[in-house]
């Protein structure tokens, strides 16, 4: 399968508990992103790397939320300190570099489900 | 700032029909993309079909089609030949470009679910 995988798909956890989701991406794709989806909603930008670089952070990725890209292939995304709210969808995705016209492909991930009780 | 509408909560269509998921977006910048996905109860967002804001075309991947009309900001998706399979939610996105910070980001509408009836 050569498609965007993400791990663990379902992850229940307590309240206050940290969790961690994985990400790895289409090999030769350059960029990955992080999306939060709720139920009833559209994905919701979080952050994105490319390569190795954290370029933008979106106002939704509080303190408790850090994501890495340590070598510029797979990413992980760490929540602490888990609150209810933080129940979701969390979808990865990633694309190659290119200019907005240029068609660029953003293939997504089959999704992690949080759980948080 | 960039908006994406989907109006349709909802829409039946029967199988081998021809559907029309509508989406209209906002944008101030010149340069942008639309993508509609596709997500079945399994949560995989899959693309279906790309229509850049330059495109003198209408973007046709297969049975889906992209009826683009910059004028209006209009983006609808039709798929034709409906079939059982093709009952899922969908997503109309927008990429945009430097001007409005976009461009690395896709922008999502609250998505119409497609339910198709024999």
């Known amino acids: 399968d050569t498609g965007v995988s993400q791990d663990p798909r379902h992850k229940i956890t307590k309240r206050g508990q940290n969790v961690t989701f994985r990400c790895d991406p289409i090999?030769?794709?350059?960029?990955l992103y992080w999306y939060r989806q709720t139920l009833g909603q559209g994905p919701e930008f979080l952050t994105y790397f490319q390569n190795e670089a954290q370029l933008e952070k979106s106002r939704l990725l509080s303190d408790r939320f850090s994501a890495e890209r340590p070598k510029g292939s797979f990413s992980t995304l760490e929540i602490q300190r888990t609150e209810q709210g933080d129940s979701a969808m969390y979808l990865c995705?990633?694309?190659?570099?290119?200019?907005?016209?240029?068609?660029?492909?953003?293939?997504f991930g089959e999704g992690s489900w949080l759980t948080v009780v | 700032a960039q908006k994406i509408t989907q109006t349709q909560p909802g829409m039946f269509v029967q199988e081998k029909e021809a559907v029309t998921l509508d989406c209209t977006y906002d944008t101030s910048d010149p340069s942008y993309g639309l993508f509609w996905y596709k997500q079945p109860s399994s949560g995989e967002m899959i693309f279906l079909i790309y229509?850049?804001?330059?495109?003198?075309q209408n973007a046709t991947e297969g049975r889906y089609s992209l009826n683009f009309q910059k004028a209006r900001k209009s983006a609808n998706l039709v798929i034709s030949a409906s079939q059982l399979g093709d009952s899922a939610m969908y997503f109309c996105a927008m990429r945009g470009g430097r001007l409005t910070g976009g461009g690395n980001k896709l922008t999502f509408g609250t998505g119409t679910q497609l339910k198709v009836e024999l």
């Open positions: 090999s030769e794709h350059n960029r």
């Open positions: 995705a990633s694309s190659s570099i290119g200019g907005v016209g240029s068609g660029n492909t953003i293939y």
């Open positions: 229509q850049g804001s330059y495109d003198q």
